[in-house]
């Protein structure tokens, strides 16, 4: 009977150690995704400051919230374009707190053609 007990003891103590780290997996796989996402709206905030520059010399940067939806559900999503003189910043977060991916790139007017 003890080691039925013991028995039961450990395949309890496995299957939440199994389910532990399936969690943290998809946690982890949630983040890398959502970065992953937020790199390809960094890509379009810095094409759309390349368009709108050539478009209109005047164009001094902009905050975009276009529509998205991640992971099934709609997605809080802005992408802020600012231009001081020849540098132009693209920053781009996706997500709600405390869950907030962001990144940004700086470059320079001149680079684009």
Known sequence: MICVLACLIVVGSLIGLIAQD????RRETRIRLQMH???????AGILRAAM???????????TWQPRL????RDAA???TISIDD???????KLGTAPHITSQS???SSSEVQ
């Open 22 to 25: 399936a969690l943290a997996a």
């Open 86 to 92: 020849d540098q132009t910043t693209v920053t781009a």
């Open 52 to 62: 709108q520059s050539k478009r209109n010399r005047d164009y001094g940067g902009e």
């Open 77 to 79: 999503a802005t992408v």
């Open 69 to 72: 939806s991640f992971a099934g």
């Open 37 to 43: 996402q937020t790199q390809r709206l960094l890509d």
């Open 105 to 107: 790139y700086v470059y």
